[in-house]
């Protein structure tokens, strides 16, 4: 069987001298301004935007020097500046990557430090919230520019910025030998989301939006960011607020000695190998090759941040167990069937088909037996599930397939996929939620809805994917992957994109804080309400299983 590439699994200038987004132009041009085109002034120098019938758009804004030649593997340097007015109609490169999720596309950039702004037209008589967007993708793809803000930006009435950050071997590469002063090295990634930060905080005014008030979120790894600013001491003060989608700051991320270890492994697979000579080896390899030897996840190195002494002094699993994290309100939740997203991609180009002969022994239902199954995809058999149940688990397997039993009620696909959700993502998540319950106000959500837009390409799932991973992604941005939403659905739409930004204006939601002695936790889905998640998810057996 082979793995998907992408789960498992972002001081103020004056309002006085920057102007909010209208015009850089006189009164009796403004309206025909207005129309054709929107001028803010940044500390960098004027952009140039798009004007929609109800929001403002600035994209491709650098808010770092291009990390090229002696800057890459260094920290970000303060942006360029410019004369006139810069055009900020497009978005700009995504950094170097493969091909992910169906919305993204391959890159071999380094110049990729930029940064988009989404705002509504209509100006306000105070500071709107500002909400700062981390993407996920494993921190080996993504790109800020995909996830288009207009439907939190105009709904929620709040700025949206989303964010590229250097990606895989260019942004996480902890190699000894490119160590900058004081030996640190690593965490390229996590100090471009800082240095992005403080440009909306020098910025975000001029755009409308309230430098006082902003809100950190992001989904996959974009949650582990989250995470991961909620512990660096440079975050301090440069966000507000957190909401983190399907990720949790209760799983640990790599110490400094695993790091180099998977440093030391990058480097021989590309070829350098000579400790003399390996920095200036690696920083003569072009970014394709680079990309391609950190390939998709589980086949090539693991890369990604760490515990490096200065960017993150300390895990964030650690910082949260001790409440060493930015004492800030966190809104934070993960979808009903994660992992389903995983098991799907166990079914892509069908590794896991019998061989012709056997293809009449199934998993699934009795009484809904496909016609004709999609070509090279095919759903997993029961012993194909308990095999890997037993690859996962060693001698706690038998614990778990008791617990998750096979039966003709649905895919056997189905069944993985809530053994691995509930390990990999329920346990973590809400041991999380609880931790930080303790010590800030906390609200935790569980997407539920089963009939979310689904990806369009590669071979159509065997099963239901449920609230798969990325599943709500449709609901809170504009993706290119999904269709048009139902009016059932535009209505979830609704209530969700309220809430992320009632929480990013309030700190607050519209259900009970989270409590270990009232656990509420809020479903959206066809029907929202409350669930008992621990229960759904059984999580007191996987904790037992500690």
């Known amino acids: 069987m082979t793995w998907i590439p992408y789960p498992r699994w972002v001081v103020a200038m004056s309002a006085a001298a920057l102007l909010a987004p209208t015009t850089a132009v006189g009164p009796a041009a403004a309206a025909d301004d207005r129309r054709s085109a929107a001028v803010v002034q940044t500390d960098q120098g004027a952009v140039r ?23 890459r593997w260094a920290p970000p340097q303060p942006g360029p500046v410019w004369a006139g007015v810069r055009d900020a109609t497009r978005p700009g490169a995504a950094c170097a990557q493969l091909q992910g999720l169906p919305m993204d596309r391959p890159s071999e950039s380094e110049d990729c430090l930029h940064l988009n702004v989404t705002t509504p037209r209509t100006t306000a008589r105070t500071p709107r919230p500002v909400m700062v967007w981390l993407h996920g993708g494993d921190f080996r793809f993504g790109r800020g520019d995909v996830y288009g803000g207009r439907r939190l930006a105009v709904d929620g009435d709040v700025i949206v910025v989303t ?112 400790p003399g000579t390996v920095a200036a080896c690696l920083r003569g390899r072009d970014p394709a090759r680079l990309t391609e030897t950190a390939g998709y996840p589980g086949s090539g190195v693991d890369l990604g941040p760490v515990v490096d002494g200065r960017t993150l002094p300390m895990d964030p699993a650690d910082a949260l167990a001790s409440g060493r994290l930015h004492p800030v309100p966190v809104l934070t939740g993960m979808n009903r069937d994660e992992s389903r997203l995983v098991v799907w991609g166990m079914e892509r180009g069908g590794l896991n088909c019998p061989e012709p002969s056997s293809r009449s022994s199934s998993s699934k239902p009795s009484s809904s037996e496909p016609s004709s199954p999609e070509p090279q995809s095919c759903p997993l058999t029961d012993d194909q599930y ?155 057996f996987w904790r037992s299983l500690h």
Not at 56 to 69: C, D, K, T
Not at 180 to 201: H, I, K
């Open 49 to 71: 935007g798009t004007v929609s019938a109800h929001h403002l758009s600035f994209q491709g804004i650098p808010y770092a020097r291009p990390p090229l030649g002696a800057l």
């Open 163 to 274: 964010v590229n950050y250097r990606l895989g071997a260019l942004g996480f590469l902890a190699h000894p030998a490119l160590a900058g002063p004081g030996g640190f090295t690593g965490n390229f990634g996590l100090q471009d989301q800082q240095a992005a930060l403080r440009w909306v905080r020098r910025n975000v005014a001029a755009f409308g939006g309230d430098p006082g008030n902003v809100t950190l979120f992001g989904q996959s790894a974009g949650a582990t960011s989250v995470c991961a600013q909620l512990a660096a001491p440079a975050s301090a003060g440069l966000f507000h607020r957190a909401i983190l989608q399907s990720n949790s700051c209760a799983n640990p991320i790599q110490t400094r000695a695993e790091a180099v270890e998977a440093a030391e492994e990058f480097a021989s697979r590309v070829g350098c190998t000579d």
């Open 386 to 540: 308990r095999d890997q149940v037993r690859a996962m688990f060693g001698d706690r397997a038998e614990e778990v397939l008791a617990r998750y039993p096979r039966d003709d009620k649905r895919f056997a696909s189905e069944t993985l996929g809530a053994v691995l959700t509930d390990h990999d993502y329920a346990e973590p998540i809400y041991s999380a939620a609880l931790a930080f319950a303790r010590r800030v106000p906390t609200f935790m959500y569980e997407f539920a809805e089963q009939d979310a837009p689904f990806f369009t390409e590669g071979p159509e799932p065997t099963f239901p994917v449920g609230a798969y991973h990325c599943a709500e992604l449709p609901y809170l941005f504009t993706v290119d992957y999904a269709e048009a939403l139902t009016s059932t659905q535009r209505r979830l739409s609704d209530e969700m994109v309220r809430t992320w930004s009632d929480f990013a204006r309030t700190g607050r939601a519209d259900w009970p804080r989270l409590r270990a002695a009232a656990p509420y936790v809020r479903v959206f889905a066809g029907e929202s309400g409350t669930t008992d998640f621990a229960a759904v998810h059984s999580y007191d």
